[in-house]
């Protein structure tokens, strides 16, 4: 009871969700509908509630710097200061250094990710960097190598994590993607 449909659109309500993901298995490009449009006080107000357990507030779900606008917004409430002036670090997920194989799973490019990785590296706000581990489909080699380029000197400095592919939001089954 938590789905329905408006103007051909889902629409979710978090009231009456039980958190089962039987939408996600239902939708057959396995996305969550699990979406909230917030404003940064509206979210901002959600991070308040939970001051006292957490070190800081991540943001992820896509590229996040797409929203420059949103993430200044909530991260100047959180310190009061212009987005990377108020960013401790940041923690970037590589999907795929080939566009090809970046763009079937996540339906858009990887310049922007590249681009990112070029910024924050020369800023010094990379945190860590995040290689998105898809056996037999992403070309990890590749990856570290495409990343080192990028980050120059900086890359003995720049802590690499390996995290497992999740496969929420992807367009399609895995298996239906090209190899690298």
């Given at each position: 009871g938590a789905l329905s449909m408006v103007d051909g659109h889902v629409v979710w309500d978090e009231a009456l969700c039980a958190w089962c993901d039987d939408c996600i298995r239902t939708c057959s490009h396995h996305a969550s509908p699990r979406v909230?449009?917030?404003?940064?006080?509206?979210?901002?107000?959600?991070?308040?509630?939970?001051i006292p357990f957490i070190r800081g507030i991540t943001v992820s779900g896509g590229e996040c710097s797409l929203y420059p606008g949103f993430l200044t917004g909530l991260f100047t409430l959180a310190k009061e200061r212009a987005l990377m002036e108020v960013c401790d670090g940041v923690m970037l997920d590589v999907k795929s250094w080939d566009p090809a194989?970046?763009?079937?799973?996540?339906?858009?490019?990887?310049?922007?990710?590249?681009?990112?990785?070029?910024?924050?590296?020369?800023?010094?706000?990379?945190?860590?960097?995040?290689?998105?581990?898809?056996?037999?489909?992403?070309?990890a080699e590749a990856v570290i190598a495409g990343?080192?380029?990028?980050?120059?000197?900086?890359?003995?400095?720049?802590?690499?994590?390996?995290?497992?592919?999740?496969?929420?939001?992807?367009?399609?089954?895995?298996?239906?993607?090209?190899s690298p």
């Open positions: 909230l449009w917030m404003t940064p006080e509206a979210a901002m107000e959600r991070v308040s509630r939970n194989v970046h763009r079937a799973l996540t339906g858009a490019d990887n310049a922007a990710v590249k681009k990112n990785l070029a910024f924050l590296s020369e800023t010094g706000k990379l945190e860590e960097l995040r290689l998105v581990v898809v056996d037999g489909l992403v070309d990343a080192a380029e990028t980050l120059g000197p900086r890359a003995a400095e720049t802590r690499l994590k390996l995290i497992t592919f999740r496969p929420q939001g992807v367009r399609g089954r895995l298996e239906n993607h090209p």
